[in-house]
């Protein structure tokens, strides 16, 4: 089912929003731009108060009692997807290491908050470490996911999920998405939204540590 690129966003901004509320970091309407794929070239402008934060929460907790995302302990959904090197990405079942899939959009402000952090982490652990950054192309398109890439200058694996059907099997509902798989291929969290990069970093580290 093909989702509203807006609610994608929405949805993952809320919850980043919420989770800063919930902690004190703010405590006012939080003014944000984005840019969809494939919609009108003209920016608009989003605002989220307290309320609809945790409006946006609420549905997405819905989704999660309906039972549509992937949970820790269960085994991380099989695919093969190309990467922009042309190679063929497969995960699935046991792994030498640990992986991390972020499933991104290059319109989505908050993965550009991400973006170097994530470069950062990619680098620091990438001898326990793989991680695949999952475009999800479907909602993009690929001359806007190369200027990204150049523009941070990201040097893991780039995949393409042209059809979303990866992000289907994760039952993605917002960008950004961090899925964290262990050796064995077991999902052993999920973060919806925009992270502290020293808490991810965080989960990172006791993930390799199984």
């Not at 509203?4 to 902690?23: D, Q, S």
């Not at 919609?39 to 999660?64: C, D, I, N």
């Not at 190369?146 to 992000?167: M, N």
Request: aromatic share 8%.
């Amino acid at each position: 089912m093909k989702l509203n690129r807006k609610r994608l966003c929405r949805t993952g901004f809320a919850i980043t929003v919420a989770a800063a509320l919930m902690t004190g970091i703010i405590d006012h309407a939080l003014p944000l731009r984005q840019n969809y794929a494939h919609a009108s070239s003209s920016r608009s402008s989003l605002t989220l108060t307290k309320e609809q934060a945790h409006s946006e929460l609420s549905a997405f907790a819905g989704l999660l009692a309906a039972g549509r995302t992937v949970k820790p302990g269960e085994a991380a959904p099989s695919f093969k997807l190309e990467g922009l090197d042309g190679k063929v990405y497969q995960v699935g079942g046991e792994r030498d290491k640990a992986l991390l899939l972020n499933f991104w959009a290059s319109w989505c402000e908050p993965c550009r908050l991400e973006a170097p952090d994530l470069e950062k982490l990619a680098a620091k652990y990438k001898g326990k470490l793989d991680l695949y950054g999952v475009n999800v192309t479907a909602y993009d398109d690929q001359t806007s996911v190369k200027s990204f890439v150049k523009q941070y200058g990201l040097h893991f694996p780039i995949l393409l999920d042209t059809s979303e059907r990866v992000f289907e099997q994760y039952n993605g509902a917002a960008f950004p998405t961090q899925v964290l798989i262990d050796r064995s291929g077991v999902v052993r969290d999920i973060v919806i939204g925009l992270l502290p990069p020293e808490q991810l970093e965080d989960k990172v580290r006791k993930l390799i540590a199984d």
